[in-house]
């Protein structure tokens, strides 16, 4: 069966960087591209962007371009999220999910048990 | 962005009772809406995706239609692990985003 297992939960300084990771099984990892949610407390779900596990192409929302780095290793099916220049807004559930696309935009089928970041000084 | 609204955003109910939530959607998404269901400290899943197709697993008490702009979710027959937050997805156009959520709990 299709599974996402993240990494545990962190505890960062503002300022600082964070990297989450998502490891699949289940299914032929670089048949998919891997995407990142977020849900900070009291929020909507926020779609941050893809990572493409084939050739390492990615796309991120405008919101955090400059910030956000997704990679892929493919020998430990396995992907990550980094994020950098950490605030307090960054608070938040940060999931990797498997896509369903349509031509322009994807929904998620299955997701990662979810990773809480908090930013703390 | 496509702007995704849910209607009601709380809404209180009975085991047994036929329930109906409403996602709008700014613009024209022709059929691409999905519907996730979550609980608390869980991941969102999936329940619906294309308006009204069930994901694998997914029992039929849940069913959604909708085209365009407007959408619903109902689930016939209430039951108590139904009590959640659900929310709607578009993914018609990109970015793909979601509706603010509707919680459902105990009346």
């Known amino acids: 069966q299709v599974q996402l297992v993240q990494s545990g939960a962190e505890v960062k300084k503002p300022g600082a960087s964070v990297k989450v990771s998502c490891k699949a099984s289940g299914y032929t990892f670089t048949g998919y591209y891997m995407h990142w949610v977020r849900q900070a407390p009291g929020q909507r779900l926020e779609w941050m962007g893809w990572?493409?596990?084939?050739?390492?192409?990615?796309r991120y929302a405008q919101k955090f371009q400059g910030r956000v780095s997704m990679t892929s290793d493919t020998s430990i099916t396995t992907s990550y999220m980094e994020l950098s220049s950490l605030t307090s807004d960054d608070t938040a559930v940060y999931y990797c999910a498997r896509p369903i696309c349509s031509t322009l935009s994807c929904t998620f089928d299955y997701w990662g048990q979810g990773t809480l970041v908090t930013v703390s000084s | 962005d496509i702007q995704m609204t849910q209607s009601p955003s709380s809404l209180s109910a009975s085991v047994g009772d036929r329930v109906t939530i409403t996602c709008r959607a700014s613009?024209?998404?022709?059929?691409?809406l999905a519907w996730f269901q979550q609980k608390p400290g869980k991941a969102p899943k999936s329940l619906i995706y294309a308006a009204s197709n069930l994901q694998s697993g997914v029992p039929s008490k849940f069913s959604g239609s909708g085209s365009g702009t407007d959408f619903t979710l109902t689930i016939s027959s209430l039951q108590p692990e139904d009590f959640a937050i659900y929310y709607c997805q578009q993914y018609n156009s990109h970015p793909p985003t979601f509706g603010g959520g509707t919680r459902v709990d105990f009346k």
């Open positions: 613009q024209g998404i022709s059929n691409y």
């Open positions: 990572s493409n596990p084939n050739n390492g192409g990615t």
